[in-house]
């Protein structure tokens, strides 16, 4: 299709999903758009301020330190290189509810509070209390989607999954023993496919996956500042390297996915 001109490439495809219903899509479509625009930025490119915390083979984890009302906020971008999987892959074991126990070892307990569409899910979640802070829980919705290649036509589709926090009223905030934290997330992941030598096939050993992963999260109340930077720098490096692992060892022998 030829683009007239002054007409705007979209960054992501029109919604097709039945989502486009329900009374958050517009927020969950503004919020998809920025979040994946903002992933797809380089290091250098996000402004100043950016700083490596945790290194780790191909893993890099920078973050921003910022504060809002004297709680840290501290922006975190990760990327990370995993051969042997497609990101359409590792976008299915993050969003899936089923897989959510075996890789999220932050978590007491998870339930889908709603599903808007297949693409589309409400999440509730309570994580392990950290002492002396008060436990935390989180309501997000989760949105994944394919999005198209851009730079390469003919290659593998890029993947997402946004979660976003929402309320919702049968779980008002600071309602319990929970702080309700507030969270924006998004993990954004490119295959490539290195072409294998004439005559033989594809194999995972061809696959690449490049995965950005960036999380704001607003812990809700009172935590202390150095505790909560002790946690990041443990829990997120271990989030990654995990996950990635699992996933890797989830598709090990099963055909891929693009
Ligand atoms: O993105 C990730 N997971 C998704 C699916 O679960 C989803 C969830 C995000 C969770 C946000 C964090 C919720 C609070 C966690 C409390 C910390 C528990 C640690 C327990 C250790 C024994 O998007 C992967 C998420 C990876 C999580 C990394 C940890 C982030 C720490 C944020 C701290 C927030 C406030 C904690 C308050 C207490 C601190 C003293």
């Known amino acids: 299709e030829r683009l007239k001109t002054g007409q705007v ?13 329900h009374r958050l899509w517009p927020e969950i479509e503004k919020t998809v758009q920025i979040q994946v625009s ?20 191909e893993m890099k984890m920078y973050r921003r330190e910022e504060e809002v009302d004297g709680m840290v906020v501290d922006p975190l971008k990760a990327v990370h290189i995993v051969k042997g999987i497609t990101g359409h892959e590792v976008c299915h074991h993050f969003f899936n509810p089923q897989y959510r126990y075996d890789w999220e070892t932050t978590l007491e307990h998870m339930t889908v509070l709603e599903t808007i569409s297949e693409d589309t ?8 209390r950290i002492w002396p802070a008060s436990q935390r829980d989180g309501l997000f919705w989760s949105h994944i989607r394919k999005l198209p290649n851009e730079k390469d036509r003919d290659g593998p589709d890029i993947w997402t999954v946004v979660n976003n926090s929402t ?24 295959t490539t496919v290195d ?14 996956c490049k995965i950005t992963y960036c999380s704001v999260v607003n812990p809700g109340g009172w935590a202390p500042a150095s505790v ?3 946690v990041y720098k443990r ?20 055909p891929i996915m693009f």
């Open 228 to 230: 909560l930077r002790a």
């Open 121 to 128: 899910l409400v999440f509730l979640q309570t994580h392990k």
């Open 9 to 21: 490439v979209p960054i992501t495809p029109p919604p097709t999903s039945p989502a486009i219903q």
């Open 38 to 57: 903002m992933a797809k930025m380089g290091i250098g490119e996000c402004g100043s301020g950016w700083q490596l915390f945790a290194e780790d083979g």
């Open 167 to 190: 309320d919702h009223p049968d779980y008002p905030p600071n309602n319990g023993k929970c702080v309700r934290v507030f969270l924006t997330v998004c993990l954004l992941c490119q």
């Open 235 to 254: 829990e997120y490096p271990k989030f990654l390297k995990r996950f990635t692992a699992y996933v890797k060892n989830q598709t090990k022998n099963k």
């Open 195 to 208: 072409p294998p030598k004439e005559g033989t096939s594809l194999t995972r050993d061809n696959l690449s």
